[in-house]
């Protein structure tokens, strides 16, 4: 079977890694699978940098979305959708594909690029979502707008009370070029799923749930006191971790993390040892942590974009707490669970409800809540201690659901079902 994948990145950033993973998972499993990225640092035989027609077809793309949004200063991520008089012809492919299969694509391919490719090859189409994108008059993420029900338009993350504004004419270019593709969409969690099934453009799309893939080579339980040794941390005090790439975004909800770690001191037994915050970010994340005078000791781990520092930073810890509120995953909620650490996390949000059961390998809180969260953090904390929630369950129950093979062969399955079914 012959499958070629577009990404923006690949193995750049969470959405580049996860595609660049679904593409190596299925080269493994020997199918014929090939990666064409705009932006690529792995580049082989089977990773497919476009050529100087190509890129310039994606420069061009990319500089007229910025100059259209130069003035409005989006509050989120937006792509909007533009033609930049270029076309994809020149992309010269080894082989023709069975499979087209479409990861995050908004600022590499338009509605019209993705028709082209369908009308030249004539094969099914898979697009898995990293983020509303695909559904939307152009935003990432909505955060709390549902105008992507509708037909979009005066959008409030580019600051538009104008009904004919760049998201509207976002939204009908992908009406007037994908309504009739056989596009099948894939939804890491059922929470993404229900959102496109909402959308207007993607209502009665074919829908299915495969989780994104993790490298259990990195993310796997080791000996919780060598790491920690290895990060100088105590060897016996309570550890939380909580990270994010960016702790000002809104929609990961740091400052309910914040908030709850405020609270959990006197949630805590008289006497008990006050735990430490491993805290993972960017740059920013220092000054944050130094602004919430938290009574907690913090230890900053600031690159997060290291995933072996990133793993041993979920090793070393007793508890991961995710306060997303507006996720298609997020990613650190299978990567801590794989290292065997449980994750108290929002209820209604991404991976969390379909992966975590409160009180077996997490807590589910009530979103919004800090309180309810901080009530968590206690709670799996005193489980761990006594025996009812182990670090060995944690990681069997997310490797059958997140590893890189099991992902693979769901891929499979469904490649197989849309060609001969």
């Not at 499958?3 to 890694?17: D, I, K, N, P, Q």
């Not at 509207?168 to 099934?197: E, M």
């Not at 993790?214 to 990060?231: A, C, K, W």
């Amino acid at each position: 079977m012959k499958v070629v994948h577009f990404s923006t990145y690949e193995s750049l950033g969470g959405a580049g890694r996860a595609s660049y993973g679904i593409h190596t998972a299925l080269v493994e499993s020997e199918c014929d699978s090939l990666m064409v990225a705009v932006h690529t640092s792995n580049t082989t035989e089977r990773t497919l940098q476009n050529n100087e027609k190509t890129r310039q077809h994606t420069t061009n793309l990319r500089q007229m979305q910025l100059e259209l949004l130069s003035s409005s200063k989006p509050a989120g991520d937006f792509s909007p959708d533009v033609s930049p008089f270029t076309t994809l012809d020149a992309l010269q492919l080894p082989f023709v594909p069975d499979i087209i299969h479409l990861h995050s694509v908004a600022q590499f391919l338009t509605a019209h690029d993705i028709w082209n490719l369908w009308r030249n090859y004539q094969a099914p189409i898979v697009w898995t979502m990293m983020d509303m994108a695909p559904f939307t008059g152009g935003c990432h993420y909505s955060y709390g707008c549902r105008r992507f029900t509708d037909y979009c338009g005066a959008c409030p993350l580019i600051h538009s009370s104008e009904v004919d504004d760049v998201s509207r004419r976002t939204w009908n270019a992908k009406d007037k070029w994908l309504r009739d593709v056989p596009i099948t969409l894939v939804g890491p969690s059922q929470w993404s799923l229900d959102l496109a099934a909402r959308s207007s453009l993607f209502s009665d799309a074919p829908q299915v749930r495969i989780p994104c893939g993790v490298d259990t080579n990195v993310y796997r339980p080791r000996s919780q006191l060598g790491v920690r040794r290895l990060l100088n941390l105590p060897e016996k005090t309570p550890i939380i971790f909580v990270g994010a790439v960016n702790w000002l975004d809104e929609r990961k909800g740091m400052k309910f993390a914040l908030e709850s770690l405020q609270k959990l001191p006197h949630l805590l037994p008289d006497g008990a040892e006050l735990p430490i915050i491993l805290a993972a970010g960017g740059n920013e994340l220092p000054a944050l942590l130094s602004q919430a005078k938290l009574s907690l000791r913090c230890v900053p781990l600031v690159n997060v974009q290291n995933e072996r520092l990133l793993a041993m930073g979920l090793q070393a810890a007793d508890v991961f707490i995710c306060p997303s509120t507006d996720d298609f995953g997020p990613m650190m909620i299978p990567m801590a669970l794989l290292c065997g650490t449980p994750v108290v996390a929002f209820e209604s949000c991404g991976f969390a409800p379909d992966v975590i059961q409160s009180r077996v390998n997490g807590y589910l809180a009530q979103t919004g809540d800090p309180l309810d969260m901080a009530q968590g953090i206690q709670c799996v904390l005193r489980l761990l201690e006594s025996g009812h929630i182990t670090r060995s369950h944690c990681h069997e129950g997310a490797f059958a659901e997140f590893a890189l093979t099991v992902q693979a062969q769901r891929y499979l399955n469904l490649y197989h079902e849309l060609l001969y079914s």
